[in-house]
């Protein structure tokens, strides 16, 4: 049997399956292509530093009284009770107590010296007590700076004032001794030597001096005689 061809007008249905047959003139549109943007060259934003935190100012120490070369106060573990100290040229002051205040004074020429002494607790805190050793009438008193800070700036400031004053205090003793002294008395002057009596003429040598003149024409022989009756008249 021989094949026989039927041609059908109709679009057959699609399965469900496949993809939708596209048509001729679906096939011929033109692509329709995306909008070209035009970029514009964007200038980056300023980049503000980092914010820094603010540095307070450096606390402000007070400046110390008129002639005062140092001053401390000390600094107990406790808080309580603190000593006050202050060194002048010629004074060192100290006041202690919380209720009560001790104040006392000492003559800085009177510091005989000055030394350090410092607890493990106190080295660790930067404190120290400052020994003073202070000559009185009737003997030694030792005064204790207790808990000052910087106590080796202390002991030496203490000590070179002390030293000054010390040599000053010796200096004034000195004067005062040298000043008190009588006055040496003046020699008086010598008086002056009186002048040797003249050596005694000899009368003979005399006589024959005269003799010599009146022979030479100088003495007449009125002047000889007269002459020769004078120095006969002192035999």
């Known amino acids: 049997m021989g094949w026989q061809l039927f041609v059908d007008d109709a679009a057959p249905a699609a399965p469900a399956n496949l993809p939708a047959v596209l048509t001729p ?65 010629t004074m060192l002051y100290f006041e202690r107590g919380v209720l009560s205040t001790n104040a006392q004074q000492v003559p800085i020429g009177d510091v005989v010296d000055v030394d350090l002494r410092q607890s ?22 030792l005064v204790v700076l207790e ?11 203490i000590n070179e004032t002390a030293h000054v004053a010390r040599l000053a205090q010796q200096e004034r003793v000195n004067t005062r001794h040298y000043s008190g002294l009588p006055a040496m008395a003046t020699p008086p002057h010598a008086a002056p030597a009186a002048a040797p009596a ?13 003799g010599e003149l009146r022979d030479a024409g100088i003495l007449t022989e009125e002047e000889f005689a007269a002459k020769k009756a004078e120095i006969l008249s002192r035999l």
Do not use: C, H
């Open 120 to 141: 493990i607790t106190q080295k660790a805190r930067g404190v120290g007590n400052v020994m003073v050793k202070v000559q009185r009438t009737n003997g030694f008193e």
């Open 198 to 210: 003249p050596a005694p003429v000899d009368p003979i040598a005399q006589l024959r001096q005269l």
């Open 25 to 89: 003139a679906e096939v011929s549109a033109p692509e329709t292509r995306p909008q070209t943007l035009e970029l514009q060259p964007v200038s980056p934003a300023p980049v503000s530093p980092p914010a820094t935190a603010a540095v307070p100012p450096p606390p402000v120490t007070p400046s110390p009284e008129p002639g005062v070369l140092w001053a401390a106060t000390g600094q107990p573990l406790t808080g309580i009770g603190a000593g006050r100290y202050k060194l002048t040229a």
């Open 147 to 157: 808990d000052i800070p910087e106590p080796r700036n202390a002991v030496s400031i």
